[in-house]
């Protein structure tokens, strides 16, 4: 079973630099070490299946990010740590959400399975609130 657990939520003020964190377990070594992780996030009022996903990378780190999406967002992994992380630059009021990690092992272009939300392994999420 694939541990995932966030952390660096909280309130922050518009303009700020926030860095989320992630601790997964059980996700290396498995049958062919392949494996996606990427950072969703959750608007208020929305649905778990209207997640946007925000940036992925696979175990050969290999970095993508949505497409409507500007220059702010930063996914790194630490596989030594088994830690992953999303620094979010000049943080703006829209940027207001839960923020989710995620992973997946089926083998295709992670940008994909985040496009066609195919991601299966979810942490509990860690809020982010942006005020000015």
């Not at 494996?35 to 959750?42: E, H, L, P, S, T």
């Not at 993508?64 to 790194?76: H, M, N, P, V, W």
């Not at 992953?84 to 089926?106: G, H, I, P």
């Amino acid at each position: 079973q694939v541990g995932l657990v966030e952390s660096g939520g909280g309130s922050v003020q518009a303009g700020d630099t926030l860095k989320l964190s992630c601790t997964f377990t059980h996700l290396n070594g498995r049958t062919d070490n392949h494996y996606c992780m990427g950072w969703f996030r959750q608007l208020s009022g929305k649905d778990r299946v209207e997640r946007d996903g925000i940036a992925v990378i696979d175990s050969a780190g290999r970095k993508q990010y949505a497409d409507s999406l500007e220059g702010r967002f930063t996914i790194s992994q630490d596989i030594t740590k088994n830690v992953l992380e999303l620094v979010v630059n000049n943080l703006e009021s829209e940027d207001t959400a839960m923020y989710y990690c995620a992973a997946a092992t089926e083998r295709n272009d992670c940008k994909v399975l985040m496009q066609t939300h195919a991601f299966t392994m979810w942490g509990q999420g860690t809020q982010v609130t942006v005020y000015s």
